[in-house]
């Protein structure tokens, strides 16, 4: 898989839009960028997936520019609940399956 | 649908002791399967992967092994436990499309 690096934690007040951009300069052709969300205790959970432009689903936005070095994870309007460290990973490089996971983003929800 | 067991949820052992977590998955055939560990507020270790019957990858030196006896069933063991091997280890399956994996509910294990 291809490095990313990520802001460690961020915090943010209910109602807020939460971003997290995600680095990867040295994404390749065939790589997609995935994102997870894991809760205490839990497994992480795929929350979206893109190649390019913008990927919406009922969870996220994924805001992916042209030249693929980066990417934004957009979280509107965030509760509580979406307290969880929050994973970037790009992949799956030359048919690479190892799932090597960094440290995330630890977003904090606050009343 | 697919679906991830793992199991126990919950395991104290103590030092030196023996251990077996296993993970199996249900429909889906020849599914890459991976070992996690992670130590509490850490990241995600991999330990193991597996993209076939018989066939594992280690990616971190140290007294677990893993097997793949099946298909779809995946093994952690560990001949003796050390204090250092506690922490929450999660089972995860993909099939093949690029970094989508689905994990299990994880092991708690506590080494006394």
């Known amino acids: 898989l291809a490095k990313t690096t990520q802001p460690i934690s961020m915090d943010s007040y209910e109602g807020q839009e939460v971003n997290i951009t995600c680095s990867h300069n040295n994404i390749a052709t065939n790589d997609y960028i995935t994102w997870y969300q894991q809760f205490p205790s839990q497994g992480p959970r795929f929350i979206i997936q893109?190649?390019?432009t913008k990927v919406t689903n009922e969870v996220a936005s994924l805001f992916i520019p042209a030249d693929r070095k980066s990417s934004t994870l957009s979280l509107p309007r965030v509760s509580l609940s979406d307290t969880a460290v929050y994973y970037c990973?790009?992949?799956?490089?030359?048919?690479?399956?190892?799932?090597?996971f960094g440290a995330g983003t630890t977003v904090t929800v606050r009343a | 649908s697919q679906t991830i067991h793992q199991w126990p949820a919950t395991l104290v052992q103590p030092v030196g002791s023996p251990l077996s977590l296993e993970c199996t998955v249900e429909?889906?055939?020849?599914?890459?399967l991976y070992w996690y560990r992670q130590a509490a507020g850490r990241g995600l270790q991999l330990l193991f992967y597996?993209?076939?019957?018989?066939?594992i990858s280690s990616e971190v030196p140290q007294n677990l092994s893993a097997s793949r006896p099946q298909d779809r069933q995946f093994i952690l063991s560990s001949k003796k436990l050390l204090l250092s091997d506690s922490g929450f280890y999660l089972c995860a399956w993909s099939s093949g499309e690029p970094t989508e994996a689905f994990f299990g509910q994880g092991t708690r294990l506590t080494v006394v």
């Open positions: 990973l790009v992949g799956p490089g030359d048919n690479d399956y190892k799932l090597s």
């Open positions: 893109g190649y390019k």
């Open positions: 597996s993209v076939g019957i018989g066939q």
């Open positions: 429909g889906t055939s020849n599914p890459n």
